[in-house]
């Protein structure tokens, strides 16, 4: 398997998908629909929508097509960036290495393509799989779960209460990264599986691998602010120490970071391994995530 040239054809299925599917920027209102698309297309890893697909490509082909699952994902996840870094929360200019929404907006502006974003991502799979209500009950119930209060959101709130800390515990820090990133990693992953008609033991085992990754993700994310800079990463690095959070790095220390991140990478390959064809790209995009740069 030629790992890099599948992980680009996936990625520019992503690409179109986001391109045809999304409101035009001439939509009224221009400003909004311009907002949506801005943040949207400025790039970044389509990690969600590629596992998601990746995940799906792992069963037999019945004849749907996930794509509207995956620029679903990617809306959800963008909105969640738009929001996060709003004044009210993370404050930060830059993201996907352009200026942030608000930034190249304004703050209202970018609060409402973060809004119209999320509940676009409903639509999207209420429409795209509206011949296949079952499966659309599921993506939608999976969307929703993964991006609620007791998950992305949750994660978030409790990120920001224990900024307001002096030093937050392990399980605290677990409990916020496990919501915060692994939920929407794990939620690309059995949407997938959904799309691919997986049995419920194979959607558990997406399930687990999604958590490890998700984990594995998160730590490598803390070493990154930690060592790399904000040009490489196309955000601000350096921002958990200046603003005394507590992150893996901080609990454990670089070096004892990397072999946590190594061993959640590890937990979700062997996940992979058990699914039909033992899922090849699945396994090298762990092990490429797990040696990310940004
Ligand atoms: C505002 C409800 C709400 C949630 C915000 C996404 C988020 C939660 C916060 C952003 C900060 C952060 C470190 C989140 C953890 C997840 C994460 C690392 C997101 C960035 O995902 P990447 O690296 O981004 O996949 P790209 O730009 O490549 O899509």
Do not use: W
């Not at 994660?155 to 496990?178: C, V, Y």
Request: proline share 5%; net charge neutral; hydrophobic share 45%.
């Amino acid at each position: 398997m030629d790992f890099p040239s599948e992980l680009k054809i996936y990625i520019s299925r992503v690409e179109a998908g986001i391109e045809r599917l999304l409101p035009p920027a001439s939509a009224r209102p221009a400003r909004l629909h311009a907002a949506m698309r801005y943040s949207l297309q400025a790039g970044g890893k389509r990690l969600r929508p590629v596992l998601l697909l990746a995940a799906a490509d792992c069963f037999p082909p019945d004849g749907g097509d996930p794509l509207p699952a995956a620029v679903a994902i990617e809306c959800l996840h963008t909105y969640s960036l738009i929001h996060d870094d709003l004044p009210c929360m993370d404050n930060d200019d830059l993201r996907r290495g352009r200026p942030t929404a608000h930034k190249a907006f304004d703050e209202a502006t970018a609060l409402l393509a973060g809004d119209a974003l999320l509940t676009f991502a409903f639509a999207l799979v209420a429409e795209g799989f509206a011949g296949h209500p079952a499966l659309a009950h599921g993506l939608l119930r999976e969307l929703g779960d993964a991006g609620g209060s007791k998950r992305l959101i949750g994660g978030q709130m409790e990120d920001l209460l224990a900024e307001k800390k002096a030093d937050a515990t392990a399980d605290e820090l677990e409990f916020i990264h496990l919501n915060k990133t692994a939920a929407m990693i794990e939620a690309a992953l059995v949407m997938g599986g959904l799309c691919g008609g997986a049995s419920k033991q194979q959607i558990s085992v997406l399930r687990a691998a999604g958590r490890n990754l998700g984990l594995a993700f998160q730590i490598n994310d803390d070493i990154l602010d930690a060592t790399a800079d904000s040009a490489t990463l196309g955000k601000t690095a350096g921002k958990d120490a200046a603003a005394g959070k507590t992150t893996y790095v901080k609990l454990h220390g670089i070096e004892a970071s990397r072999v946590m991140a190594a061993k959640h990478t590890a937990a979700a390959v062997s996940e992979f391994q058990k699914l039909p064809g033992r899922a090849p790209f699945l396994v090298a995009l762990a092990d490429t995530m797990g040696r990310r740069s940004k």
